[in-house]
């Protein structure tokens, strides 16, 4: 190739240097940005109400806290495991014959995304007990 303007583009060193200032820059925009400064209050929706349930609003009884912490111990495990066989292995791998699911491919993403699943649905669960006992 001719060292014409493609070869200096197409150069490791150019490239790795435009990376850089673009990381740079976007730092100097976070950092000149009032808009990153200020305090809101989020609404995330499921993930949100995953980690509400596992780190916040704990309850003043010690049976209704050791009730919660049980239940979100058991919807990691639950999500865990229905994550690895239930929808790895039987879902993406037999039933659909996904080939990035074949072995133990994707089960890691898989399980993560079950657990936070199956955290949401627990918390559901845990905020229906309260409700019933009228405790909320």
């Known amino acids: 190739m001719g060292k014409d303007f493609r070869y200096y583009f197409q150069h490791p060193w150019s490239r790795m240097i435009v990376a850089y200032l673009v990381v740079f820059f976007n730092f100097l925009i976070f950092a000149e940005d009032p808009v990153s400064h200020s305090q809101t209050e989020a609404n995330v929706i499921v993930v949100g109400n995953c980690f509400s349930f596992v780190t916040n609003k704990y309850p003043r009884g010690v049976g209704w806290r050791i009730l919660k912490v049980l239940l979100w111990l058991l919807a990691i495990l639950t999500g865990l495991v229905a994550g690895k066989f239930l929808f790895h292995q039987r ?25 936070i699943l199956f955290l949401f649905i627990f918390s559901h669960i845990y905020n229906t007990i309260l409700l019933m006992d009228g405790n909320m």
């Open 91 to 115: 879902l993406f791998g037999q039933l659909l014959r996904l080939k990035m699911f074949r072995e133990d491919h994707g089960s890691w993403m898989t399980m993560f995304f079950s657990t």
